[in-house]
Structures are given as structure tokens and as C-alpha cells.
């Protein structure tokens, strides 16, 4: 991964390394980049291989030293709980199964505001409690688990703290092992419990001390009906507040993953395109990477990021549903990958399409039929995909431009790199030259396209838009590519994103055949 200053070849290290993301997230604010922005109308569409640049760039890709393995279950998506009973459904009916069985394994988090303010638990032990608007009961936990066990995605299940319901939570995370058995991946308690306070839930000041306190109760009751059950925690707003509540969750509960958020833009701080896919906001991504990661590294504790995506508050329209959002989506998620944590949920409303989503039904008929679209979310998605399993490597790009460049070696000795140009359409195309030394001899190239960064349909990935059940109408169009003397020439259109696969050569067959009489 790559980061920019603009008069020397900037260097991006794997958390594992001597510079940390901390150092180069400050080169990247420092680098003065052009920021990608909105298209004015008429402007060209942004497809296919773009012309010669006649201002080359060089990126090299240092395979000495590669990072941890990106795990298998690093993709996720996260819904609110007030979701669960309608996702849950689509275990059995609709097209949910296959869109996630598209991705590969994955971890499905349901949490969210209304987990901890509208959604109630209720059974033949627990009333439906006076606050709720809605609940789920044991029927939407045995859903849940066919979902589970059809797409081969394991949960992660957030249990309500702002009404302190220590029991009820109990009896909830007890249908819910009884139901998902092994595919339960942990249970957080609370989200977002840092703005209880603020929220009006919990007496000012709120400290992590108080959180700790009652999640030991809540944890105490859990256990006396479902021994053993995996915590995750603590689930905070942002990471400003990790090295202290993830310190005093790793210390005082020693949970089995520690999460929390990021959103890139706030919804009443004036988003926009220009700013999402800045290089100010990956500057602001890398430092909150590096304080989540430092936190965790410390406490030798994996570290998940359980709920992000463009725009906090639900996202906004012209925002969070445009391909700009695809583009920021894969190169969050691969700076995700090299940061060194376990994996990342984009959250979604599968009834807002207009907002951040992955995906969602574009009707009330489609969505009680379980018959859920692709956003554009789902394309960085699909486009990143092929990365787990593989290992960050150093990558340098030099003269700078506001490019991100995620290098990443395979198990089979091959080579992957996630290219992103996020400069607005009209913008010079880059021609690059990418240096990756003996080995690699050719490879295919696979490219994300979209009409401008504004546009909300006709993204393409190999030139073709992502079917109902996650696959692709007809085999992805990749350029064939070679590498020369150790060097792969390259052009990439601005805004746009192209992934290189590159391969070792095939070692020689040399079997020999028995001689016929």
C-alpha cells in the first residue's frame, strides 16, 4: 500500500515493519494531491484501458519482506438488528445465500443504533419489553441459522445495553447458540457504548470504568446459561476513543476481538465526493487504523472493524450510493488488509437504497420476496475479494498523484496489485511502469469502471455489470499482461481501479512416459 509526498518516492510499511501507518498517514496529508471530485455534465465516461500518459509513474514492489496472510473471513457486512428478522427470512427464499456465497467465507454482524434503542428480546420467559418498537424472538434466531449454514457465513450478534437488561440479553445469546452453534462468531454487548451518555442513556460523565462494570454483568448472566460464549468489544464510535475504552476492555475482559468503527465523513460535516476519495480522508484512515491497530497489537488481541462505510448516519444520497463509494470501498478495504486487522463489515439497510448499502431491495415487493440488488458498495466488494489469503507487501510510487497502490503476494509465489486512480474524469490518464523484479512473467488485468464518480448505475467490473446471484453474466474481461526484463507497463483511466494478477512462470513437466514395445 502506498501513501504520497510530492517531491520524493513515498514509502507505505505493513504494520509488522519499521514505519507504521501513523508516519505515513502524515506523508499522505502532506502530499498536497489533487483530490477526485464530482464530474461536470457532459464530461467523458470513465471505461476501458485509457491512452498513453505522457507523465509516467514508477511503482516498485518490494517482496522481502510480506505481512501476515489476509484472513479468510476478513469480508463482512453489517446490518442493524431491527434488520434481523427480514435478513434472516432470506436463508430460505431470494438471492441473499448466493450474493454471499459470491464473496466467499464471511462474518454477518447484526448491531447498530436500534439494537440498543428500538429492538427488544422476547421468548416464553421474556415479555415484549415497554420500550421496544420492535423485537426478534427464538423463530428469527433458527432463521438466522439457516442463513448461516446455507451461505457459510458465520455472526456476530450485538446485544442491547442502553436498556440494562442483563437477563433478557442472556436468554437472547442463549437462542442464539442454540440456533448458529459454531457459525456464532462472538457477541458484543452494546454499540457504540461510549455514547450512552451522550445519548441520554446513562448519567454524565460515562466513563469506560461504568461500561466495564456492567458488561461483567451481563457477562456473569450469559455465562450461567451458555458457558463459554465468545465477547467482542468494545464497539466504540471511532477510534479517538480506543486507547482508552479498547485498553480497558483488552485488560479488564479479555475478549476474543476487539471492534469499532470508522466512517470517513460525517454526515453534518458537508460530505462530498471530492472529499471521500481524498487524500486527506486516507491520511485520517491511516491514523485510526495505526490507534485501533496499536491497541490491539499491544494487547495481542485481533482486531475487527465491525461497522464502516462513506457517510455516518445512514449515508447520503449522491454519496454513499455513486461509484465514487466503490472506488473508496475497495481502497478502504485493501488499507484495511495491510493495516494487519482480521477484517471489516460495510454496513448497510437493505430497505435504503439511496443510502450506504452493499445491497438492498428496491421495493417493499422485491424485499418481502428476499430479491436484494448489488450497490455500487458491493463491487469493492467483489473487487477485493481475491486478495484474502494473500500478504501485504511494500510498494513505492513515485512522482506522486493521488494514486493508491496495495501490493500483495500470493500463495503461489504470484503477485496482486490494487490500483486506484482516484482523479476526477478529464484528468490525465497515467501510464505506469511497476517494477517487480525476477519471477512474475505475465498476468491478467481486471478493471472497476463507472460513468463518472457521481454516477449511481453502469458500474462495471471486466465490463460487466454483477447478476442477482453475485456472479458475472459471462467470464470478466481481463487484459492480458507481461512482464519484461522485471517490468509491467501499465495505463489506468482516472477514476477508476484495476487489479493485476501476476504469476510466476510454470515449472517444467518432467514426468517422463513409458517406453512401448
Not at 134 to 140: L, Y
Request: hydrophobic residues 40%; glycine residues 12%.
Amino acid at each position: 500500500m502506498t501513501v504520497h509526498r510530492p517531491t520524493t518516492t513515498a514509502r507505505r510499511r505493513h504494520r509488522f515493519r519499521t514505519v507504521g501507518l501513523l508516519g505515513l498517514a502524515t506523508l499522505a496529508l502532506a502530499s498536497g494531491a489533487a483530490h477526485a471530485g464530482t464530474v461536470e455534465e457532459g464530461a467523458a465516461p470513465v471505461a476501458g484501458t485509457p491512452p498513453p500518459s505522457s507523465r509516467p509513474l514508477a511503482v516498485r514492489i518490494d517482496r522481502a519482506n510480506p505481512g501476515r496472510p489476509v484472513p479468510a473471513r476478513f469480508l463482512g457486512l453489517s446490518f442493524e438488528v431491527a434488520a434481523l428478522a427480514e435478513l434472516a427470512r432470506d436463508g430460505s427464499q431470494g438471492n441473499l445465500v448466493s450474493l454471499l456465497r459470491s464473496l466467499g467465507p464471511g462474518v454477518l454482524r447484526f448491531g447498530g443504533v436500534t439494537a440498543d434503542e428500538d429492538v427488544g428480546w422476547t421468548d416464553s420467559q421474556t415479555p415484549r419489553p415497554a420500550w421496544a418498537s420492535s423485537v426478534i424472538g427464538p423463530a428469527d434466531m433458527r432463521a438466522l441459522g439457516v442463513l448461516a449454514r446455507r451461505s457459510g457465513w458465520k455472526v456476530l450478534l450485538t446485544v442491547g445495553l442502553a436498556h440494562y437488561e442483563p437477563q433478557s440479553a442472556a436468554r437472547e445469546v442463549a437462542a442464539a447458540h442454540a440456533a448458529l452453534g459454531e457459525n456464532l462468531e462472538a457477541i458484543e454487548i452494546g454499540n457504540e457504548p461510549d455514547s450512552l451518555g451522550r445519548h441520554g442513556y446513562r448519567e454524565e460523565p460515562w466513563f469506560s470504568e461504568a461500561y466495564t462494570e456492567e458488561v461483567t454483568s451481563y457477562r456473569e448472566a450469559i455465562d450461567r446459561l451458555t458457558p463459554g460464549i465468545e465477547i467482542a468489544g468494545p464497539d466504540v464510535s471511532g477510534s479517538g476513543l480506543f486507547p482508552d475504552w479498547g485498553y480497558t476492555e483488552a485488560v479488564t475482559q479479555a475478549p476474543a476481538l476487539l471492534t469499532g468503527h470508522h466512517y470517513p465523513l460525517g454526515c453534518a460535516q458537508s460530505p462530498s465526493i471530492t472529499r471521500l476519495l481524498s487524500s486527506e480522508s486516507r491520511y485520517y484512515a491511516a491514523l485510526s487504523l495505526e490507534t485501533y491497530m496499536r491497541v490491539a497489537r499491544n494487547a495481542g488481541i485481533p482486531f475487527r472493524l465491525d461497522e464502516s462505510n462513506s457517510v455516518s448516519c445512514g449515508g447520503v444520497a449522491g454519496i454513499s450510493n455513486t461509484y465514487a463509494s466503490a472506488l473508496w470501498a475497495a481502497g478502504y478495504i485493501a488499507q484495511a488488509m495491510d493495516a494487519g486487522t482480521v477484517g471489516i463489515n460495510l454496513q448497510g439497510n437493505p430497505d435504503n437504497c439511496p443510502g450506504y448499502t452493499p445491497l438492498c431491495a428496491l421495493d417493499p415487493v422485491a424485499a418481502a420476496a428476499g430479491e436484494l440488488t448489488v450497490r455500487p458498495d458491493w463491487y469493492g466488494l467483489a473487487l477485493t475479494r481475491s486478495l484474502v489469503g494473500s500478504r501485504p507487501l511494500l510498494s513505492t510510487i513515485s512522482p506522486t498523484r493521488n494514486l493508491e497502490a496495495a501490493a500483495f503476494a500470493t500463495p503461489g509465489g504470484g503477485i496482486k496489485l490494487l490500483l486506484i486512480d482516484y482523479e476526477a474524469p478529464g484528468s490525465p490518464p497515467l501510464e505506469l511502469r511497476v517494477l517487480v523484479g525476477s519471477g512474475p512473467v505475465g498476468g491478467q488485468v481486471l478493471r472497476l469502471t463507472g460513468p463518472a464518480p457521481a454516477a449511481t448505475s453502469g458500474v462495471l467490473l471486466g465490463g460487466q455489470e454483477i447478476r442477482p446471484d453475485g456472479t458475472l453474466a459471462m467470464p470478466a474481461h481481463s487484459e492480458p499482461v507481461r512482464v519484461r526484463a522485471g517490468r509491467l507497463n501499465l495505463a489506468i483511466a482516472p477514476s477508476s481501479a484495476a487489479l493485476v494478477t501476476l504469476v510466476p512462470p510454470r515449472a517444467p513437466n518432467h514426468r517422463q512416459g513409458t517406453a512401448r514395445s
